[in-house]
């Protein structure tokens, strides 16, 4: 039995290199373009998560602003007239009374922007309290809006509309911006 084998030539083989560099090379050119779109897109999507997370945790505590399961005095829900600081009040351990001490117990919950950041504070009697802690980080995301508006319905359940807008540090056109609203029954 006889074999023949024939392999590529000089020229084929050259020629063949020369088509892949020419394609690596182009490829290559959109590489770094394509990297940069997927951090900014990462970026994007991290702080799109943040923002609606810290949302939800606001609009989780204005819902149960009112509950009382005794004979509660003060109000539930309590809005600066810049709307960038609320203070909201529950009856955490169903005792009939808005506990104020001690502060880790406390039934007010405050939220406010301050410097660039959403920060919240356990027992807040003002939004001028010293004590707060920062819910966002500043070096990652800036806080440019954070508000609340009450509206009141006759006849109907109040409803609070939570608003906060943010963006990347250090990027500010990657930006967010959410609305969420919800019913205060006990409003």
């Known amino acids: 039995m006889h074999l023949t084998t024939r392999g590529f030539t000089l020229l084929e083989v050259l020629i063949a ?3 892949g560099s020419v394609l690596l090379l182009c490829a290559a050119r959109f590489l770094p373009g394509l990297q940069m779109a997927m951090l900014r897109q990462t970026r994007q999507q991290a702080l799109e ?3 609606w997370q810290r949302l939800y945790t606001v609009a989780k505590h204005v819902q149960r602003a009112g509950y009382c399961r005794g004979v509660c005095n ?3 829900l309590m809005i600066n007239p810049q709307a960038s600081c609320i203070i909201v009040q529950w009856d955490g351990n169903s005792n009939g009374v808005w506990d104020s001490a001690p502060a880790k117990e406390a039934d007010q919950m405050g939220f406010r922007l301050q410097d660039g950041a959403l920060e919240s504070r356990r027992g807040a009697a003002t939004c001028q309290d010293k004590g707060w802690d ?4 500043p070096d990652a ?3 440019e809006q954070f508000s609340v508006t009450w509206q009141r319905h006759n006849g109907y359940h109040s409803e609070v509309t939570i608003a906060l807008e943010a ?3 250090g990027h500010p056109d990657e930006r967010v911006t959410a609305r969420h609203s919800v019913t205060g029954y006990n409003l």
């Open 74 to 76: 003060g109000q539930p």
């Open 17 to 19: 290199m020369t088509i």
């Open 167 to 169: 963006s990347v540090a």
């Open 49 to 51: 998560d943040d923002v």
């Open 141 to 143: 995301m800036v806080v």
């Open 134 to 137: 920062k819910m966002t980080e």
